[in-house]
Structure formats: C-alpha cells, structure tokens
C-alpha cells in the first residue's frame, strides 16, 4: 500500500480532470479524423494528470519477438521522437525487460517493477546488462500500458513518464486514484489510432494509387478497372507497380494486405490532398 504521506504532494502537483473532462474526451476521441487529432486530445489529458511524457507505438507486423520493420510502425511521442525510434531501430529493445513485460501481459506496469525484479534475481543476464546501458534514462517514475491485441502479429503499448521531482510512491498514489480513468483515455486513443490511416512517407499513396488497389482488393481484373477508370491497362500497371514499389512488396496482393493494414485503402477523409 502505497504511503498516504505522499498522496497531498501528488494531488497539489498534478489536479485531476474531473469526471465530465475525461467523459468529453472519450467522447471525443472515436470522432477525431486525424491521428494528430487523437495524439493532441490524449496528451492535453494525460498532462492534466501528471504525465508529462508520452509515448506510443503500435505495429501490425510483428516477426517472432520484433515489432517488424521500425519504418511500418507507428512511432508517436510528445518529448523525442527520432529517440524513441532510434531506440527501436537499434534493436535494443529486444534485449529489454520491460519489453518482455510487453509482449507477455496486458495492462499497467509501474516502472520500478524492473528494478525489483532484478533484486529478486528474476532478470536474464542480458536484461541486466541491457538495463545497465539504459541506466541513465531511468530515473523517472511512470508506468507502461500494454494493450490487448487486436490481431495476431499486431501489438501497442504506451509509455507514461512522471514530472521530475515525482517519485514512484508518488506516481503509485496518482495511479490508485485516477488509474481507470487514466487506462480508459488510453484504451480509446489506442482503438482509433489503430483505425487511422498510418502516417508513413515511404508508404504514403496516391489517390490513384489507393484507388485502384481498392478495385483490385474488390475482386476486378486489370480489364474490368479499365473500364470503370477509362484508363489503359498498361497504365494500369504502371500506377500498380508504383504503389507496391511505396510500400516495399512484390506483389498487387502484399500491396492490397499491406495498404488495408496500414489503414491506406477503405478510408476516407482522413488524408491530406494530394
């Protein structure tokens, strides 16, 4: 149980949202069109609560224990992007207990937890040593929110970082009182985010491009979408093949699944003009 001694310190440092702030929100959120829109509505109330860093990832192409290819992830963070996917780039997480923690459970995890499972020995030698080389980066309190998957090779999780001067006792209390409501704003965020086209500029489509995947995905032969478009089937082609090319596949197929994946196909409204 938390020490109660800290409870005035947390409250005075971060106010809570009141319960018709967190309900506007969530009603809110499934209405956002962009993903910038959902990112802004969830870290102005995250922030209320205390957390004054944010970080998220979501992937639909999990291999094995990676998230896949960095580049087809959906990287979002309110201090330091390009660190957050170096980190990832670098592989390091692999090595990580916290990601470990990741990939086999679903909820909240406070962030000393690491620490006390390396005093009760529970840690592997790399993660040791992996936390060894994370060490400096450590020192703040939070908590990390692992989500349910909604796919088989699909996987999101959330870092939530503390002020500064917040310990972990502290960041504790705030989580025992404001935790659901917290977890609640984070599980709506994460379901649209996962329903929005994935900003990507090496998989970025062209209207053109989208468009003629949707016939193919609709079953039409390159003929029949040349009827429907008034299009040459050569130029047919050509459009396709620039568009597996955007999202690195070989072929119409792996261009259909991807794009569907990454909520490029099947959407509208949600992209900028072209």
Same mark, same amino acid.
């Given at each position: 149980?938390?020490?109660?001694?800290?409870?005035?310190?947390?409250?005075?440092?971060?106010?809570?949202? &009141?319960?018709?702030?967190?309900?506007?929100?969530?009603?809110?959120?499934?209405?956002?069109? %962009?993903?910038?829109?959902?990112? &802004? #509505?969830?870290?102005?109330?995250? /922030?209320?609560?205390? =957390?004054?860093?944010?970080? +998220?990832?979501? %992937?639909?192409?999990?291999?094995?224990?990676?998230?896949?290819?960095?580049?087809?992830? #959906? =990287?979002?963070?309110?201090?330091?992007?390009?660190?957050?996917?170096? =980190?990832?780039?670098?592989?390091?997480? !692999?090595?990580?207990?916290? +990601?470990?923690?990741?990939?086999?459970?679903?909820?909240?995890?406070?962030?000393?937890?690491?620490?006390?499972?390396? *005093? /009760?020995?529970?840690?592997?030698?790399?993660?040791?040593?992996?936390?060894?080389?994370?060490?400096?980066?450590?020192?703040?309190?939070? +908590?990390?929110?692992?989500?349910?998957?909604? *796919?088989?090779?699909?996987?999101?999780?959330?870092?939530?970082?503390?002020?500064? &001067?917040?310990?972990?006792?502290?960041?504790?209390?705030?989580?025992?009182?404001?935790?659901?409501? $917290?977890?609640?704003?984070?599980?709506? *965020?994460?379901?649209?985010? %996962?329903?929005?086209?994935?900003?990507?500029?090496?998989?970025? !489509?062209?209207?053109?491009?989208?468009? #003629?995947?949707?016939?193919?995905?609709?079953?039409?032969?390159?003929?029949?979408?040349?009827? $429907?478009?008034?299009?040459?089937?050569?130029?047919?082609?050509?459009? #396709?093949?620039?568009?597996?090319?955007?999202?690195?596949?070989?072929? %119409? *197929?792996?261009? @259909?699944?991807?794009?569907?994946?990454?909520?490029?196909?099947? @959407?509208?409204?949600? =992209?900028?003009?072209?």
């Amino acid at each position: 149980m938390p020490d109660r001694d800290v409870a005035p310190t947390v409250r005075r440092a971060a106010p809570h949202p &009141d319960d018709d702030a967190v309900m506007q929100a969530l009603c809110r959120i499934p209405e956002a069109a %962009t993903v910038q829109e959902v990112w &802004d #509505l969830l870290t102005r109330m995250l /922030a209320g609560f205390g =957390f004054e860093r944010v970080n +998220y990832g979501y %992937t639909r192409f999990r291999s094995g224990p990676s998230i896949g290819d960095p580049d087809d992830v #959906l =990287f979002l963070s309110t201090h330091a992007l390009d660190r957050v996917r170096a =980190f990832h780039e670098s592989g390091v997480y !692999l090595r990580s207990a916290d +990601y470990r923690w990741v990939r086999e459970n679903v909820g909240a995890c406070p962030w000393d937890w690491v620490w006390k499972e390396r *005093a /009760a020995g529970r840690l592997s030698a790399e993660e040791c040593r992996t936390l060894e080389e994370m060490g400096t980066g450590r020192g703040r309190a939070g +908590y990390t929110i692992s989500f349910p998957e909604g *796919a088989p090779r699909s996987k999101g999780a959330m870092g939530l970082a503390a002020g500064p &001067d917040v310990t972990q006792a502290q960041c504790d209390v705030l989580w025992e009182v404001s935790g659901t409501r $917290i977890m609640a704003l984070a599980h709506a *965020a994460h379901a649209r985010l %996962t329903h929005l086209p994935v900003p990507s500029a090496r998989a970025a !489509l062209t209207v053109r491009q989208r468009e #003629l995947l949707e016939w193919i995905a609709d079953g039409k032969t390159l003929q029949d979408i040349g009827v $429907i478009t008034g299009r040459s089937v050569s130029a047919i082609e050509k459009t #396709l093949r620039r568009a597996r090319e955007a999202l690195m596949v070989e072929t %119409t *197929a792996q261009a @259909v699944a991807k794009a569907a994946f990454l909520n490029q196909i099947f @959407v509208r409204g949600c =992209f900028e003009a072209e």
